[in-house]
């Protein structure tokens, strides 16, 4: 839990390093000074650097700053949310027809704005030949690479090789366009409902 800035006459101490309420730098002036500066403004002095020598003070409207923060905040967790790891599971040595099946899932993940989660599963004397996985992971990289980008480098865990691949369009950018697409369906179907009507009206 985050904890909250001391503000106007909780800030006790003798002289601060103000800033202004546009972000311009007023420099060292005695706490009372600056108390006075921001009843001037109708703002509020809020303490954003406590470790500094002296503390760093800011005008701002605490109670506006306090609001965006927290809009800040829930945006950043709805984000967090909505992001799904999906995970691919080949072998170092996947026949091509199947790496080419699984290849077209991950595109379809990435495709949807999702990460992938790819993991080599290596077995018995396979664990002695890690450059089966890396070379595999790179092959996948460079199939993928209109449509993913590599965010975590291949790294061996245990027996299994891990990769993770983030889509290169974000989810929000790919459901606006869904979404126009869906308008663009509709709008075209509604265009030939009304060309329709009117030749069965001539």
């Keep these: 839990m985050s904890v909250e800035p001391r503000i106007n006459d909780r800030i006790r101490v003798p002289e601060v390093r103000l800033v202004g309420p546009n972000g311009e730098q007023v420099g060292i002036v005695r706490i009372e000074d600056a108390l006075r500066r921001a009843a001037d403004f109708d703002l509020d002095l809020v303490e954003v650097a406590?470790?500094?020598?002296?503390?760093?003070?800011?005008?701002?409207d605490y109670g506006k700053?306090?609001?965006?923060?927290?809009?800040?905040?829930?945006?950043?967790?709805?984000?967090?949310a909505h992001t799904v790891v999906k995970e691919m599971k080949l072998r170092p040595k996947i026949d091509p027809h199947d790496y080419e099946t699984k290849k077209g899932h991950i595109v379809r993940f990435l495709n949807h704005g999702d990460k992938v989660k790819v993991?080599?599963?290596?077995?018995?004397?396979?664990?002695?030949?890690?450059?089966?996985g890396f070379r595999l992971l790179e092959q996948?990289?460079?199939?993928?690479?209109d449509?993913?980008?590599?965010?975590?480098s291949p790294k061996q865990e245990g027996r299994n090789m891990i990769m993770v691949i983030a889509p290169v369009k974000k989810k929000s950018e790919v459901q606006g366009t869904r979404?126009?697409?869906?308008?663009?369906?509709?709008?075209?179907?509604?265009?030939?409902?009304?060309r329709a009507a009117d030749e069965a009206g001539s």
Excluded: W
């Design 50 to 60: 406590p470790q500094a020598r002296p503390p760093v003070c800011k005008l701002m």
């Design 119 to 132: 993991t080599i599963m290596f077995r018995g004397r396979e664990q002695s030949r890690p450059e089966l």
């Design 65 to 80: 700053y306090k609001y965006e923060s927290a809009q800040k905040e829930r945006a950043a967790r709805r984000n967090q």
């Design 147 to 152: 449509v993913g980008y590599v965010e975590y």
């Design 140 to 145: 996948l990289a460079e199939d993928i690479e």
């Design 179 to 194: 979404s126009q697409q869906r308008r663009d369906r509709d709008r075209k179907a509604e265009e030939e409902r009304q």
